[in-house]
């Protein structure tokens, strides 16, 4: 039996990622965005959500543990370091987790690659913008080509990089690193992050170079096209910007604008994992058992 109403959710963390993402679940069907948590009141992002009429939590994670209302899943869009301790401390509440730090603490999650296998996971991760927006094509290309070398290059406007990621800047190439190893079973792979000071701002992208043998310009397109489209569906301002195909090397550059909501267009980088995180949640929200008035059964 399916759940009745919006999921209840709340947001840990109120930095540029949190408070998209807070707006994000506002504009969702199938779930509520019942608290946004910071450790400040008087931080930009806790009264941005205030401003948007969301109860805001000024004691980071112990907000939680006594919400003013049952809490289904909690979004942690705080840092790697914190992530392992925001999951110990909230393990015994009865939440799901949905981690947009790279920790690698939780089960590694692209929608469009492995989603509906993540949805019974407590703790589930989103590796990074770069690891979402690379995946889903890398995986792709993988799954009808032998490639033997991976090297993906990320690139982010610098206004759109938060402290807490300018904090796990090693976090994050690790755990895009990982993340491209467990998906494509290619064991040789190097992830680079470029945070760009360029104005205009740096449009968020990340190219792709693929080493292997046997690459056909048909093949590599249709795989290219398909895992673009999948994506698409939940991250509208995704596209493929170039596809170069030769014998044994393959090119592919992605761009991702952010549409609707605060963030400029630049901030593609928040708006695809925030859009991948929200997706996942729905997706746990459309599976979740009834609930009796407040109460999860």
Do not use: W
Not at 36 to 52: F, I, M, S, W
Not at 60 to 69: I, K, T
Not at 134 to 157: C, F, G, K
């Amino acid at each position: 039996m399916k759940r009745n109403g919006p999921l209840p959710v709340a947001v840990l963390g109120a930095g540029l990622i949190g408070v998209d993402l807070a707006e994000k679940i506002m504009r969702s069907e199938l779930l509520d965005c019942v608290m946004v948590v910071g450790r400040d009141e008087n931080t930009p992002g806790l009264r941005q959500a205030a401003d948007l009429g969301l109860p805001v939590g000024t004691r980071g994670v112990e907000s939680l543990l006594d919400p003013p209302r049952p809490i289904a899943i909690v979004f942690d869009a705080t840092n790697a370091m914190s992530h392992a301790e925001h999951a110990e401390r909230l393990r015994g509440a009865g939440v799901k987790l949905v981690d947009l730090t790279p920790s690698k603490v939780g089960r590694m999650a692209v929608p469009s690659v492995n989603g509906t296998e993540v949805l019974h996971c407590d703790d589930i991760n989103m590796i990074s913008c770069g690891g979402q927006a690379s995946i889903p094509i890398l995986h792709a290309l993988t799954q009808a080509h032998r490639v033997e070398y991976v090297e993906v290059v990320t690139t982010a406007a610098s206004p759109s990089v938060g402290r807490s990621t300018r904090l796990n800047l090693d976090e994050y190439v690790e755990t895009t690193q990982d993340a491209v190893r467990d998906f494509t079973g290619v064991k040789d792979v190097k992830a680079i992050l470029n945070i760009s000071p360029a104005r205009p701002p740096a449009t968020f992208r990340v190219a792709m170079s693929v080493l292997g043998e046997g690459f056909g310009t048909a093949s590599v397109t249709a795989a290219v096209s398909a895992a673009a489209d999948r994506v698409r569906s939940f991250v509208p301002g995704y596209r493929i910007t170039a596809c170069v195909v030769e014998e044994s090397k393959v090119f592919v550059a992605a761009e991702v604008t952010s549409t609707g909501g605060r963030i400029p267009r630049y901030a593609g980088n928040l708006d695809i994992i925030n859009s991948a995180a929200v997706h996942i949640a729905e997706q746990c929200a459309a599976v979740a058992p009834a609930r009796t008035g407040t109460e999860t059964s």
